[in-house]
T-cell receptor
Framework: EPEVTQTPSHQVTQMGQEVILRCVPI?????FYWYRQILGQKVEFLVS????????KSEIFDDQFSVERPDGSNFTLKIRSTKLEDSAMYFC????????????FGPGTRLTVT | AQSVTQPDIHITVSEGASLELRCNYS??????LFWYVQSPGQGLQLLLK??????LVQGIKGFEAEFKRSQSSFNLRKPSVHWSDAAEYFC???????????FGRGTSLIVHP
């Protein structure tokens, strides 16, 4: 069964450094998402992406964040200058169509900012 | 805006016992409702969803959920829990023109042998 993959599984970085989290969505999916979950808190929506542009973003997704689909398979989330409060689990998801709530989630990347 | 409450942070059950995980939502109209499961080291997997129609929804892995409009609830049930059901369970609600679900904080299910 096709699945969403994410790398790395765990990333440790120092405050102020840039990080790039990588995701490979399911190959025939067209809509891509990033979510985050701070330890002990809710899963929160960050951004959705379609046709090489952001279609929706939350207030969390400020200028420190950016997303990109650099090639036909990868979908990345970049945090330019990490802060301690960016420490969280980051989930990528994809879906075949915009009218589908059946998002397929990756296993997540745990980001630890020290 | 919609919101979801999962009042139980942890639930402990014995293997073979029945299970009910609670979920309450807040939204002015009929919402779209979901339950996801997250096993350790895995992503979120959709267990079941409710969009309309029959208020008792069957899902994968023997789970079901019932939409009760009068109680604004969408509780997840399973008649007999297996040790492999130990995981984090998330209720989510979607509404209006946005297809971005709003998640609850999750309930951690612990299964004793």
């Amino acid at each position: 069964e096709p699945e969403v993959t994410q790398t790395p599984s765990h990333q440790v970085t120092q405050m102020g450094q840039e990080v790039i989290l990588r995701c490979v969505p399911i190959s025939n999916h067209l809509y891509f998402y990033w979510y985050r979950q701070i330890l002990g808190q809710k899963v929160e929506f960050l951004v959705s992406f379609y046709n090489n542009e952001i279609s929706e973003k939350s207030e969390i997704f400020d200028d420190q964040f950016s997303v990109e689909r650099p090639d036909g398979s990868n979908f990345t989330l970049k945090i330019r200058s990490t802060k301690l409060e960016d420490s969280a689990m980051y989930f990528c998801a994809s879906t075949a169509g915009s009218l589908s709530y059946e998002q397929y989630f990756g296993p997540g990347t745990r980001l630890t900012v020290t | 805006a919609q919101s979801v409450t999962q009042p139980d942070i942890h639930i402990t059950v014995s293997e073979g016992a029945s299970l009910e995980l609670r979920c309450n939502y807040s939204y002015g109209a009929t919402p779209y409702l979901f339950w996801y499961v997250q096993s350790p080291g895995q992503g979120l997997q959709l267990l079941l969803k409710y969009f309309s129609g029959d208020t008792l929804v069957q899902g994968i892995k023997g789970f079901e959920a019932e939409f009760k409009r009068s109680q604004s609830s969408f509780n997840l049930r399973k008649p007999s829990v297996h040790w492999s059901d130990a995981a984090e369970y998330f209720c989510a609600v979607g509404a209006g023109g946005s297809y971005i679900p709003t998640f609850g904080r999750g309930t951690s299910l612990i299964v004793h042998p």
